[in-house]
Protein backbone atom coordinates (compact mmCIF):
# COMPACT_ATOMS: atom_id res chain seq x y z
CA UNK A 1 0.00 0.00 0.00
CA UNK A 2 1.20 3.64 -0.64
CA UNK A 3 1.11 6.43 1.64
CA UNK A 4 1.49 10.30 0.41
CA UNK A 5 3.10 13.02 2.82
CA UNK A 6 2.31 16.46 1.41
CA UNK A 7 2.81 20.05 2.38
CA UNK A 8 3.39 21.32 5.94
CA UNK A 9 3.75 17.42 7.37
CA UNK A 10 6.43 16.57 4.32
CA UNK A 11 8.21 19.75 6.08
CA UNK A 12 8.12 18.77 9.09
CA UNK A 13 9.40 15.44 8.05
CA UNK A 14 12.18 17.10 6.05
CA UNK A 15 13.29 19.19 8.92
CA UNK A 16 13.54 16.56 11.35
CA UNK A 17 15.50 14.26 8.80
CA UNK A 18 18.25 16.93 8.59
CA UNK A 19 18.57 17.70 11.95
CA UNK A 20 18.30 14.21 12.56
CA UNK A 21 21.66 13.58 10.47
CA UNK A 22 23.42 16.70 11.09
CA UNK A 23 23.29 17.33 14.57
CA UNK A 24 25.16 14.34 15.50
CA UNK A 25 27.74 14.91 12.91
CA UNK A 26 28.16 19.06 13.23
CA UNK A 27 29.60 18.44 16.97
CA UNK A 28 32.73 16.88 15.58
CA UNK A 29 33.48 19.65 13.33
CA UNK A 30 36.83 21.76 14.28
CA UNK A 31 39.76 20.52 16.65
CA UNK A 32 37.99 20.77 19.16
CA UNK A 33 34.99 18.90 18.17
CA UNK A 34 33.87 15.75 19.73
CA UNK A 35 33.43 11.90 19.20
CA UNK A 36 30.33 9.79 18.08
CA UNK A 37 30.35 5.95 19.11
CA UNK A 38 29.00 3.77 16.90
CA UNK A 39 27.14 0.31 16.72
CA UNK A 40 27.86 -2.21 14.35
CA UNK A 41 26.45 -5.75 13.92
CA UNK A 42 30.18 -7.01 12.51
CA UNK A 43 32.24 -5.32 14.62
CA UNK A 44 32.66 -4.01 18.14
CA UNK A 45 31.37 -0.69 18.75
CA UNK A 46 33.91 2.15 17.78
CA UNK A 47 34.54 5.40 18.12
CA UNK A 48 35.33 8.48 15.62
CA UNK A 49 35.25 11.80 14.16
CA UNK A 50 34.66 11.29 10.88
CA UNK A 51 32.02 12.99 9.36
CA UNK A 52 30.50 10.36 6.38
CA UNK A 53 30.86 7.67 8.61
CA UNK A 54 28.52 9.16 11.36
CA UNK A 55 26.30 9.98 8.43
CA UNK A 56 26.32 6.86 6.94
CA UNK A 57 25.23 4.84 10.08
CA UNK A 58 22.06 7.17 10.98
CA UNK A 59 18.55 5.92 10.06
CA UNK A 60 15.16 6.51 11.65
CA UNK A 61 12.28 3.85 12.35
CA UNK A 62 10.16 6.53 10.43
CA UNK A 63 9.94 5.58 7.10
CA UNK A 64 9.22 8.90 5.31
CA UNK A 65 12.12 10.37 7.53
CA UNK A 66 14.09 7.29 6.27
CA UNK A 67 13.82 8.25 2.61
CA UNK A 68 14.39 11.95 2.72
CA UNK A 69 17.85 10.95 5.34
CA UNK A 70 18.65 8.59 1.92
CA UNK A 71 18.88 11.68 -0.55
CA UNK A 72 20.59 14.31 2.54
CA UNK A 73 23.23 11.53 2.92
CA UNK A 74 23.95 12.17 -0.69
CA UNK A 75 25.18 15.87 -0.13
CA UNK A 76 27.52 14.25 2.25
CA UNK A 77 28.66 11.20 0.61
CA UNK A 78 29.41 12.89 -3.34
CA UNK A 79 31.73 15.53 -0.85
CA UNK A 80 33.64 13.05 0.00
CA UNK A 81 33.63 10.70 -2.94
CA UNK A 82 34.91 13.78 -5.02
CA UNK A 83 37.58 14.79 -2.36
CA UNK A 84 37.58 12.92 0.16
CA UNK A 85 36.90 15.44 2.97
CA UNK A 86 34.40 18.69 3.54
CA UNK A 87 31.59 15.92 5.05
CA UNK A 88 30.62 17.72 7.85
CA UNK A 89 30.86 21.22 6.84
CA UNK A 90 28.43 20.24 3.89
CA UNK A 91 25.72 19.40 6.85
CA UNK A 92 26.32 22.51 8.53
CA UNK A 93 25.57 24.40 5.32
CA UNK A 94 22.76 21.66 4.37
CA UNK A 95 20.98 22.35 7.63
CA UNK A 96 21.25 25.94 7.82
CA UNK A 97 19.83 26.58 3.57
CA UNK A 98 16.74 24.56 4.71
CA UNK A 99 16.36 25.80 7.98
CA UNK A 100 16.07 29.42 6.00
CA UNK A 101 14.52 28.37 2.86
CA UNK A 102 11.48 26.80 4.95
CA UNK A 103 11.19 29.93 6.53
CA UNK A 104 10.88 32.13 3.55
CA UNK A 105 8.46 29.59 1.85
CA UNK A 106 6.14 29.60 4.96
CA UNK A 107 6.33 33.65 4.28
CA UNK A 108 5.08 32.72 0.62
CA UNK A 109 8.00 32.94 -1.18
CA UNK A 110 7.29 30.38 -4.35
CA UNK A 111 9.75 27.13 -3.68
CA UNK A 112 10.83 27.33 -7.41
CA UNK A 113 12.14 30.80 -7.53
CA UNK A 114 14.09 29.98 -4.05
CA UNK A 115 15.64 27.17 -6.21
CA UNK A 116 16.75 29.47 -9.39
CA UNK A 117 17.91 32.37 -7.01
CA UNK A 118 20.14 29.64 -4.77
CA UNK A 119 21.45 28.19 -7.91
CA UNK A 120 22.36 31.37 -9.61
CA UNK A 121 23.88 32.71 -6.44
CA UNK A 122 26.30 29.64 -6.02
CA UNK A 123 28.91 30.64 -9.37
CA UNK A 124 29.73 33.82 -7.61
CA UNK A 125 30.54 32.22 -4.60
CA UNK A 126 33.01 29.98 -5.95
CA UNK A 127 34.73 32.47 -7.98
CA UNK A 128 35.20 34.22 -4.99
CA UNK A 129 36.64 31.45 -3.44
CA UNK A 130 39.62 30.49 -5.93
CA UNK A 131 40.17 34.01 -5.69
CA UNK A 132 40.72 33.74 -2.41
CA UNK A 133 43.32 30.12 -2.85
CA UNK A 134 47.03 30.31 -3.29
CA UNK A 135 49.25 26.84 -3.47
CA UNK A 136 50.90 25.91 -0.03
CA UNK A 137 54.08 25.42 0.80
CA UNK A 138 55.18 21.88 2.30
CA UNK A 139 54.92 23.10 5.56
CA UNK A 140 51.45 24.33 5.02
CA UNK A 141 50.72 20.70 3.59
CA UNK A 142 52.28 19.36 6.87
CA UNK A 143 49.52 21.92 9.11
CA UNK A 144 46.86 20.57 7.04
CA UNK A 145 47.57 17.41 7.53
CA UNK A 146 47.79 17.02 11.09
CA UNK A 147 44.37 19.59 11.50
CA UNK A 148 42.78 16.75 8.84
CA UNK A 149 43.30 13.77 11.21
CA UNK A 150 43.85 15.75 14.47
CA UNK A 151 47.28 14.62 15.25
CA UNK A 152 50.61 15.74 14.96
CA UNK A 153 51.97 12.57 14.87
CA UNK A 154 49.42 10.98 11.70
CA UNK A 155 50.27 14.23 9.74
CA UNK A 156 54.30 13.84 10.21
CA UNK A 157 53.81 10.37 9.07
CA UNK A 158 51.33 10.99 6.14
CA UNK A 159 54.41 14.01 5.29
CA UNK A 160 57.18 11.63 5.65
CA UNK A 161 54.91 9.16 3.35
CA UNK A 162 54.46 11.53 1.17
CA UNK A 163 58.10 13.40 0.59
CA UNK A 164 59.12 9.64 -0.79
CA UNK A 165 56.35 9.27 -2.63
CA UNK A 166 55.95 12.49 -4.31
CA UNK A 167 52.15 11.39 -4.78
CA UNK A 168 49.35 10.48 -2.95
CA UNK A 169 48.66 7.46 -5.48
CA UNK A 170 51.76 5.78 -4.05
CA UNK A 171 50.24 5.64 -0.69
CA UNK A 172 48.39 2.62 0.64
CA UNK A 173 47.29 2.48 4.41
CA UNK A 174 46.89 -0.83 5.80
CA UNK A 175 45.79 -2.43 9.54
CA UNK A 176 48.89 -3.58 11.59
CA UNK A 177 48.68 -5.72 14.34
CA UNK A 178 51.67 -4.12 16.06
CA UNK A 179 51.35 -1.72 19.01
CA UNK A 180 53.03 1.48 16.81
CA UNK A 181 52.65 2.93 13.21
CA UNK A 182 54.91 1.77 11.06
CA UNK A 183 56.06 3.51 7.28
CA UNK A 184 57.39 0.92 4.85
CA UNK A 185 59.00 1.86 1.66
CA UNK A 186 59.03 -0.45 -1.22
CA UNK A 187 61.63 0.14 -4.37
CA UNK A 188 60.49 -1.28 -7.87
CA UNK A 189 57.93 -1.80 -9.89
CA UNK A 190 55.25 -3.69 -7.88
CA UNK A 191 52.19 -5.25 -8.70
CA UNK A 192 49.10 -7.40 -6.89
CA UNK A 193 50.50 -11.17 -6.83
CA UNK A 194 47.94 -12.97 -9.10
CA UNK A 195 49.72 -16.37 -9.08
CA UNK A 196 48.28 -18.57 -11.73
CA UNK A 197 47.32 -21.62 -9.24
CA UNK A 198 47.29 -20.95 -5.25
CA UNK A 199 49.68 -24.42 -5.17
CA UNK A 200 52.39 -22.55 -6.34
CA UNK A 201 52.73 -21.52 -2.41
CA UNK A 202 52.93 -25.21 -1.52
CA UNK A 203 56.20 -24.52 0.44
CA UNK A 204 58.15 -21.11 0.40
CA UNK A 205 55.74 -18.07 1.43
CA UNK A 206 58.37 -15.89 -0.25
CA UNK A 207 60.21 -16.42 -3.56
CA UNK A 208 63.09 -14.55 -5.49
CA UNK A 209 64.54 -14.59 -8.64
CA UNK A 210 67.65 -13.19 -9.62
CA UNK A 211 68.38 -11.79 -13.40
CA UNK A 212 65.26 -13.37 -14.76
CA UNK A 213 63.45 -13.09 -18.51
CA UNK A 214 60.42 -12.17 -18.82
CA UNK A 215 57.86 -13.09 -21.34
CA UNK A 216 54.61 -11.11 -21.66
CA UNK A 217 51.48 -12.28 -23.30
CA UNK A 218 48.13 -10.14 -23.97
CA UNK A 219 46.63 -13.29 -24.57
CA UNK A 220 45.73 -16.83 -23.24
CA UNK A 221 47.99 -18.98 -23.00
CA UNK A 222 46.73 -22.66 -24.63
CA UNK A 223 49.50 -24.17 -25.12
CA UNK A 224 52.42 -24.77 -22.66
CA UNK A 225 54.17 -26.89 -26.23
CA UNK A 226 54.59 -22.50 -27.56
CA UNK A 227 57.02 -22.18 -24.97
CA UNK A 228 59.32 -24.88 -26.22
CA UNK A 229 62.01 -22.48 -27.44
CA UNK A 230 62.07 -20.54 -24.88
CA UNK A 231 62.51 -23.01 -22.45
CA UNK A 232 65.36 -25.20 -24.04
CA UNK A 233 67.26 -21.09 -23.81
CA UNK A 234 66.32 -21.49 -20.36
CA UNK A 235 67.66 -24.75 -19.97
CA UNK A 236 71.43 -23.77 -22.00
CA UNK A 237 71.27 -20.65 -20.04
CA UNK A 238 70.43 -21.66 -16.61
CA UNK A 239 67.95 -18.53 -16.48
CA UNK A 240 64.69 -18.42 -14.70
CA UNK A 241 61.75 -16.71 -16.52
CA UNK A 242 58.42 -14.73 -15.39
CA UNK A 243 55.35 -14.90 -17.42
CA UNK A 244 52.87 -12.32 -17.28
CA UNK A 245 49.38 -12.99 -19.35
CA UNK A 246 45.89 -12.33 -19.24
CA UNK A 247 45.17 -15.88 -18.58
CA UNK A 248 45.88 -19.91 -18.50
CA UNK A 249 44.27 -23.12 -19.74
CA UNK A 250 44.24 -25.68 -17.15
CA UNK A 251 46.38 -28.17 -19.14
CA UNK A 252 49.43 -25.71 -18.91
CA UNK A 253 48.81 -24.60 -15.32
CA UNK A 254 48.83 -28.30 -14.50
CA UNK A 255 51.52 -29.14 -16.60
CA UNK A 256 53.48 -25.89 -15.56
CA UNK A 257 53.04 -27.03 -11.47
CA UNK A 258 54.89 -30.24 -12.57
CA UNK A 259 57.59 -28.46 -13.16
CA UNK A 260 58.02 -26.28 -10.20
CA UNK A 261 57.28 -28.77 -8.31
CA UNK A 262 59.79 -31.31 -9.34
CA UNK A 263 62.03 -28.13 -9.71
CA UNK A 264 63.45 -28.79 -13.01
CA UNK A 265 62.79 -25.35 -14.12
CA UNK A 266 62.30 -22.15 -12.30
CA UNK A 267 59.62 -20.62 -14.05
CA UNK A 268 56.44 -18.10 -12.50
CA UNK A 269 53.22 -17.81 -14.35
CA UNK A 270 51.20 -14.51 -13.75
CA UNK A 271 48.03 -13.20 -14.43
CA UNK A 272 48.05 -9.32 -15.37
CA UNK A 273 46.11 -7.51 -12.77
CA UNK A 274 43.63 -4.82 -13.40
CA UNK A 275 41.11 -4.40 -16.25
CA UNK A 276 40.87 -2.88 -19.96
CA UNK A 277 43.40 -0.05 -20.01
CA UNK A 278 44.39 -0.61 -16.53
CA UNK A 279 45.93 -3.74 -17.85
CA UNK A 280 47.76 -2.56 -20.78
CA UNK A 281 48.87 0.29 -19.08
CA UNK A 282 50.72 -2.30 -16.66
CA UNK A 283 52.08 -3.97 -19.55
CA UNK A 284 53.46 -1.40 -21.47
CA UNK A 285 55.51 -0.24 -18.25
CA UNK A 286 56.56 -4.61 -17.89
CA UNK A 287 57.70 -4.16 -21.25
CA UNK A 288 59.79 -0.20 -20.68
CA UNK A 289 61.72 -1.88 -17.61
CA UNK A 290 62.28 -5.30 -19.04
CA UNK A 291 62.98 -4.53 -22.76
CA UNK A 292 60.14 -7.36 -23.38
CA UNK A 293 57.90 -7.21 -26.42
CA UNK A 294 54.29 -7.24 -25.56
CA UNK A 295 52.99 -10.31 -27.59
CA UNK A 296 49.08 -10.18 -28.67
CA UNK A 297 49.12 -13.93 -29.48
CA UNK A 298 49.55 -16.92 -26.93
CA UNK A 299 50.14 -19.44 -29.56
CA UNK A 300 53.72 -18.85 -31.14
CA UNK A 301 55.96 -17.50 -28.61
CA UNK A 302 59.73 -16.45 -29.18
CA UNK A 303 62.92 -15.85 -27.68
CA UNK A 304 62.85 -12.50 -29.41
CA UNK A 305 59.89 -11.44 -27.41
CA UNK A 306 62.02 -11.83 -23.62
CA UNK A 307 62.75 -8.99 -22.14
CA UNK A 308 65.05 -9.11 -18.56
CA UNK A 309 64.66 -7.76 -15.03
CA UNK A 310 67.35 -7.33 -11.96
CA UNK A 311 65.30 -9.73 -10.33
CA UNK A 312 61.88 -10.53 -8.98
CA UNK A 313 60.69 -11.05 -5.71
CA UNK A 314 57.10 -12.67 -4.66
CA UNK A 315 54.63 -13.24 -1.78
CA UNK A 316 51.19 -13.93 -1.49
CA UNK A 317 50.16 -9.54 -1.85
CA UNK A 318 52.44 -8.51 -4.44
CA UNK A 319 54.89 -9.09 -7.04
CA UNK A 320 57.84 -6.59 -7.01
CA UNK A 321 60.17 -6.46 -9.95
CA UNK A 322 64.10 -4.56 -9.83
CA UNK A 323 64.86 -2.91 -12.90
CA UNK A 324 67.66 0.00 -14.23
CA UNK A 325 66.46 2.82 -14.64
CA UNK A 326 67.33 4.24 -18.37
CA UNK A 327 66.35 7.42 -20.38
CA UNK A 328 63.64 6.00 -21.86
CA UNK A 329 62.15 5.06 -18.50
CA UNK A 330 62.35 8.82 -17.15
CA UNK A 331 60.79 10.34 -20.44
CA UNK A 332 57.67 8.19 -19.64
CA UNK A 333 57.69 9.29 -15.90
CA UNK A 334 57.45 12.78 -17.35
CA UNK A 335 54.79 12.30 -19.76
CA UNK A 336 52.88 10.70 -16.96
CA UNK A 337 53.34 13.94 -14.58
CA UNK A 338 51.10 15.30 -17.51
CA UNK A 339 48.44 12.76 -16.96
CA UNK A 340 46.19 14.15 -13.95
CA UNK A 341 44.22 10.67 -12.98
CA UNK A 342 45.67 7.61 -9.52
CA UNK A 343 46.89 5.24 -12.12
CA UNK A 344 49.37 7.30 -13.70
CA UNK A 345 50.28 9.04 -10.53
CA UNK A 346 50.68 5.26 -9.11
CA UNK A 347 52.60 4.29 -12.16
CA UNK A 348 54.77 7.25 -12.11
CA UNK A 349 55.75 6.44 -8.62
CA UNK A 350 56.95 2.73 -9.08
CA UNK A 351 58.92 3.80 -11.92
CA UNK A 352 60.47 6.63 -9.89
CA UNK A 353 60.42 6.59 -6.25
CA UNK A 354 58.48 4.02 -5.43
CA UNK A 355 55.73 2.76 -3.32
CA UNK A 356 54.70 3.58 0.44
CA UNK A 357 52.87 1.31 2.88
CA UNK A 358 51.40 3.31 6.33
CA UNK A 359 51.26 0.15 8.61
CA UNK A 360 48.27 1.24 11.30
CA UNK A 361 48.72 -0.08 14.54
CA UNK A 362 46.93 0.35 17.76
CA UNK A 363 46.63 -1.87 21.20
CA UNK A 364 43.17 -2.54 19.91
CA UNK A 365 40.77 -3.67 16.56
CA UNK A 366 38.62 -0.47 17.95
CA UNK A 367 40.78 1.99 17.62
CA UNK A 368 43.15 0.76 14.67
CA UNK A 369 40.18 1.04 12.51
CA UNK A 370 39.85 4.92 14.02
CA UNK A 371 42.91 5.73 13.40
CA UNK A 372 43.10 4.36 10.00
CA UNK A 373 40.18 6.93 8.93
CA UNK A 374 42.00 9.81 10.71
CA UNK A 375 45.07 8.75 7.98
CA UNK A 376 42.57 8.28 5.23
CA UNK A 377 41.43 12.12 6.01
CA UNK A 378 44.55 13.60 6.12
CA UNK A 379 45.59 11.90 2.73
CA UNK A 380 41.90 13.29 0.85
CA UNK A 381 43.10 16.29 2.83
CA UNK A 382 46.63 16.60 1.13
CA UNK A 383 45.46 15.72 -2.31
CA UNK A 384 42.68 18.66 -2.18
CA UNK A 385 45.63 21.07 -1.04
CA UNK A 386 47.47 20.55 -3.94
CA UNK A 387 44.98 22.84 -5.92
CA UNK A 388 44.90 25.25 -3.98
CA UNK A 389 44.03 26.12 -0.22
CA UNK A 390 42.36 29.24 1.90
CA UNK A 391 42.49 30.13 5.20
CA UNK A 392 40.40 27.22 7.27
CA UNK A 393 37.61 27.05 10.24
CA UNK A 394 35.03 28.66 8.33
CA UNK A 395 37.01 32.18 8.39
CA UNK A 396 37.14 32.50 4.13
CA UNK A 397 33.41 31.72 4.02
CA UNK A 398 33.22 34.34 6.30
CA UNK A 399 34.80 37.06 4.64
CA UNK A 400 33.18 36.19 1.42
CA UNK A 401 29.33 36.74 3.37
CA UNK A 402 31.02 40.32 3.46
CA UNK A 403 31.92 40.32 -0.22
CA UNK A 404 28.45 38.69 -1.37
CA UNK A 405 25.44 41.19 -1.99
CA UNK A 406 22.07 40.25 -0.68
CA UNK A 407 20.50 40.86 -3.99
CA UNK A 408 17.44 38.49 -3.29
CA UNK A 409 16.42 35.30 -0.67
CA UNK A 410 19.14 33.07 -2.64
CA UNK A 411 21.70 35.45 -2.38
CA UNK A 412 20.40 35.91 1.83
CA UNK A 413 20.33 32.41 2.68
CA UNK A 414 23.68 31.57 1.38
CA UNK A 415 25.29 34.38 3.26
CA UNK A 416 23.97 33.64 6.47
CA UNK A 417 24.59 29.85 5.62
CA UNK A 418 28.52 30.96 5.24
CA UNK A 419 28.93 32.08 8.68
CA UNK A 420 27.81 28.54 10.11
CA UNK A 421 30.72 26.77 9.94
CA UNK A 422 32.99 29.15 11.69
CA UNK A 423 29.99 29.60 14.44
CA UNK A 424 29.74 25.81 15.11
CA UNK A 425 33.80 24.98 15.45
CA UNK A 426 33.53 27.83 17.88
CA UNK A 427 30.35 26.42 19.92
CA UNK A 428 32.01 22.99 20.05
CA UNK A 429 35.06 24.59 21.30
CA UNK A 430 33.45 26.40 24.13
CA UNK A 431 34.41 29.69 22.60
CA UNK A 432 31.89 33.02 22.33
CA UNK A 433 31.76 34.17 19.05
CA UNK A 434 32.01 38.08 20.67
CA UNK A 435 35.24 36.90 21.48
CA UNK A 436 36.65 35.62 17.87
CA UNK A 437 34.37 37.47 15.28
CA UNK A 438 35.05 41.22 16.01
CA UNK A 439 39.39 40.66 15.80
CA UNK A 440 38.34 38.79 12.07
CA UNK A 441 36.65 41.65 10.65
CA UNK A 442 38.88 44.07 12.30
CA UNK A 443 41.71 42.29 10.23
CA UNK A 444 39.98 42.15 7.50
CA UNK A 445 39.91 38.24 7.92
CA UNK A 446 43.67 38.41 7.44
CA UNK A 447 43.60 36.80 11.01
CA UNK A 448 42.70 33.74 12.14
CA UNK A 449 42.59 31.79 15.76
CA UNK A 450 44.20 28.62 16.21
CA UNK A 451 42.12 26.51 18.18
CA UNK A 452 44.69 24.00 18.96
CA UNK A 453 47.35 26.55 20.13
CA UNK A 454 45.11 29.50 21.83
CA UNK A 455 46.77 32.06 19.86
CA UNK A 456 46.01 34.18 16.67
CA UNK A 457 47.59 33.95 13.21
CA UNK A 458 48.13 35.69 10.18
CA UNK A 459 47.24 34.69 7.25
CA UNK A 460 50.97 34.20 5.76
CA UNK A 461 52.10 31.80 8.06
CA UNK A 462 48.73 30.15 9.29
CA UNK A 463 48.64 26.70 10.49
CA UNK A 464 45.05 26.67 9.86
CA UNK A 465 43.98 26.04 6.06
CA UNK A 466 41.40 24.20 4.29
CA UNK A 467 41.87 23.32 0.53
CA UNK A 468 39.72 25.23 -1.58
CA UNK A 469 38.59 22.16 -3.57
CA UNK A 470 36.78 20.76 -0.77
CA UNK A 471 34.98 23.81 0.66
CA UNK A 472 33.59 24.74 -3.00
CA UNK A 473 32.41 20.70 -3.39
CA UNK A 474 31.04 21.48 -0.02
CA UNK A 475 28.89 24.58 -0.79
CA UNK A 476 27.88 23.19 -4.23
CA UNK A 477 26.78 19.67 -2.86
CA UNK A 478 24.42 21.49 0.21
CA UNK A 479 22.90 23.90 -2.33
CA UNK A 480 21.89 21.08 -4.65
CA UNK A 481 20.67 18.53 -2.06
CA UNK A 482 18.74 21.59 -0.11
CA UNK A 483 17.33 22.99 -3.73
CA UNK A 484 15.82 19.53 -4.20
CA UNK A 485 14.18 19.26 -0.91
CA UNK A 486 12.58 23.05 -0.73
CA UNK A 487 10.74 22.53 -3.40
CA UNK A 488 9.79 18.97 -2.99
CA UNK A 489 5.80 19.26 -1.56
CA UNK A 490 4.94 15.39 -1.89
CA UNK A 491 6.23 12.02 -0.86
CA UNK A 492 5.06 8.92 -2.16
CA UNK A 493 6.55 5.71 -0.09
CA UNK A 494 5.53 2.25 0.44
CA UNK A 495 4.13 1.51 3.54
CA UNK A 496 4.95 -2.38 3.67
CA UNK A 497 8.49 -0.97 2.57
CA UNK A 498 11.29 -3.03 5.12
CA UNK A 499 13.29 -1.25 7.40
CA UNK A 500 16.32 0.95 5.82
CA UNK A 501 19.25 -0.09 7.16
CA UNK A 502 21.79 2.26 7.61
CA UNK A 503 24.51 2.66 4.35
CA UNK A 504 27.04 0.33 4.07
CA UNK A 505 28.97 3.16 2.29
CA UNK A 506 32.03 3.19 4.72
CA UNK A 507 33.91 -0.36 5.28
CA UNK A 508 33.76 -0.09 9.47
Known sequence: ??????????????????DLLCDPVKTTLGPKGCNVIIDHSAFSPFITNDGVTIASQIASEDATVNTILELAKEAAIKTNEKVGDGTTTTLVLLQSIIHQGFNFV????????????????????????????????RKQLAYIASISANSNTIGANIMKAFKQAKTIAAITLKESENLQDEIVFYQGYMLETLIAS????????????????????????????????????LVDTEGS?????????????????????????????????????????????????????????????????????????????????????????????????????????????MLDTGLVDILVGAPTATERRERKMRYEDALNAIEAALHGVILGSGVTLLAIKELLPAKNYGQKIIQNALASPLKQILTNAGIDEDQILPVLKDSNYTKIYNLKTDSWEEKKTSQVLDPVVVVINALTNAVSIASMLLTTTSLIINENKPEIQPSSYTEL
Do not use: C
Not at 114 to 128: C, D, R
Not at 303 to 316: E, K
Open 106 to 137: NSGLHPMILKKELTESLPEVVNLLKTKAWLPS
Open 1 to 18: MKQVVQNEKLQTKILEAI
Open 241 to 349: LIVIANDYADEVINTWLSLVQTEQLPIVFLKIPGYAQEKYAYFEDLALISGAKITNDGTFLSIDNLGHVNGLTLDHEKATFSFKPNMTIKKTITKLKKQNDALSARRRA
Open 198 to 233: PYFWLQDQEKHYNNANVLLINDTLTDFNALGDILNY
